[in-house]
């Protein structure tokens, strides 16, 4: 079925959603406050006669986006959101979408491990779709259906998105243990104990505790934790280089933003932690994590 759609962003996501959906679907973009590719000149217009409004863009920009198109929208039209972050209130996508549309109308959020060049390149992606109408997972299978993007229905929306967001802040511990090059059995370490956290984090929001072991989670965070254009991955190797001039990325304003909102009990989570304390004091880097591995070993003794 052959669906109208409409890109906000044109930035290397928006271009692979592009790539995976025009060649089957009627694509049309706005970036940057204007129409890039559509039939009117306003983005009012094209969200009314649009039946998926894929949000290609940072979380920031989504309240107020959000707001701007509401009274446009087409009935049975679904808002959906790919972006992993929080905004500048601590707030997931998920959680914009439901404070602007409440039951008035439909949204939901695609997260997994998607890479935009490899979907660019024809390689396969894969994501859970969690909606705030299952039913409405027809329209998901009808868009990404003959493309490269595998993407299958899922629940606990707020738990995949924070596992989502969060995964960036361990990811960084993962360029940390490469650099200071403390073997493959640290990363195993790290990939179970990150999930462990994850899990927690995710049951004091109420979700479920699989949750992180998803697309959205473990998927997730697998792909940023290895990757060799990871963001997080390569911050993680520059702070203990001492290259630390340049320290952003989503995983550290979510960092910043845990701790300005206390959105969790964040200092319960001995990882978490590290990540926060080896970002926001790099030169305590090699002190942080000997103590941390310190701990463990304690930690073990006690068990034994």
Known sequence: MKQRVLILG???????????????????????????????????????????????????????????????????????????????????AAQVFDSVFGNKHH???????MISEELRAGRHGFADAVLSDAADFVVIRSLFRGSTLVCQQASDMHGRSWSVILKNVYAILFGVADELQLGDNMRGHLMVASIAELSGIVQSFGGQAHTPYSYAGLGDLLTTATSEGSHHHELGRKLVRGEWSNISGEGVHTL???????????????????????????????????????????????AI
């Open 107 to 113: 949204y939901g959020v695609v997260y997994g491990p």
């Open 10 to 92: 044109y930035g290397e996501m928006g271009h692979a959603m592009e790539y995976l959906l025009a060649a089957r679907h009627d694509v049309r973009i706005w970036n940057m406050g204007e129409v890039v590719k559509g039939s009117h000149a306003t983005l009012e217009d094209e969200v009314a006669e649009s039946q998926v409004i894929l949000f290609c863009l940072p979380v920031n920009p989504h309240h107020e986006i959000a707001s701007r198109i509401a009274p446009y929208l087409a009935k049975g039209s679904v808002c959906l959101s790919i972006a992993k972050g929080l905004d500048e209130s601590g707030r997931t």
């Open 256 to 302: 910043r933003m845990v701790e300005k909102y206390r959105v969790f009990d964040w200092r319960s989570y001995p990882l978490f932690s590290l990540s926060h304390d080896i970002v926001s004091a790099p030169e305590t880097l090699n002190q942080r994590v000997e103590e941390y591995l310190e701990q463990l070993r304690e930690t073990e003794s006690c």
